[in-house]
């Protein structure tokens, strides 16, 4: 059975859904959500799946305290799954190829160092774009720079509020996130 590590930093919502997936469909296992809030919302969804959780901090995460743990679970692949830390090269380097993240807007537009969640739908309302999306790409040493692995896009101009643009990626990012996953491990 193929296993998923999962960090993530608040609420969990892309970590809960990818969780309930591969529990019923039995095309991989979470072995693990990591995150780097004690407060995260995450943390009792895992619960719900009985999926054991990390909580660290910076230190250990730069350290190799969570590249030891992450090496005692063995994953077959990593997902960023809202997780707001910028992921150290040291764990990239350890899991050549095994880090994913999902980002929401269509990349190479709206990434970078402080665009995430909000921020990326605000951004994308002002410049009044016609549509946007979700990009799945491999974690490298630059904030959303590394290999495009999948993205889908929605049109929005009919959204008056990030808050509409924010609901229409959420729908992408559950319909598909799961999916891309299982391709990947499927190899």
């Known amino acids: 059975m193929k296993k998923i590590v999962l960090f993530a930093s608040g609420n969990g919502s892309n970590a809960e859904n990818i969780m309930a997936h591969f529990e019923k469909s039995g095309q991989g296992t979470v072995v693990g959500v990591f995150t780097n809030n004690s407060h995260a919302k995450v943390i009792e969804r895992a619960k719900k799946f009985q999926v054991p959780t990390y909580v660290f901090n910076k230190t250990e995460l730069s350290d190799d305290t969570v ?95 990030a808050e509409e643009i924010a609901q229409k990626i959420h729908e992408l990012e559950m319909e598909h996130f799961p999916k891309v996953i299982v391709r990947l491990l499927e190899g």
């Open 67 to 161: 590249l030891n743990n992450l090496q005692e679970l063995q994953p077959d692949l990593i997902v960023l799954a809202g997780f707001l830390l910028k992921f150290p090269v040291h764990i990239i380097n350890a899991f050549p190829n095994k880090v994913i993240n999902i980002h929401p807007a269509l990349l190479p537009n709206y990434g970078g160092k402080g665009m995430y969640g909000m921020n990326v739908h605000n951004a994308v309302l002002e410049k009044k774009e016609k549509e946007t999306g979700i990009t799945v790409h491999y974690v490298n040493e630059h904030f959303d720079e590394g290999e495009f692995i999948f993205q889908a896009n929605v049109a929005i101009e009919n959204c008056t509020t």
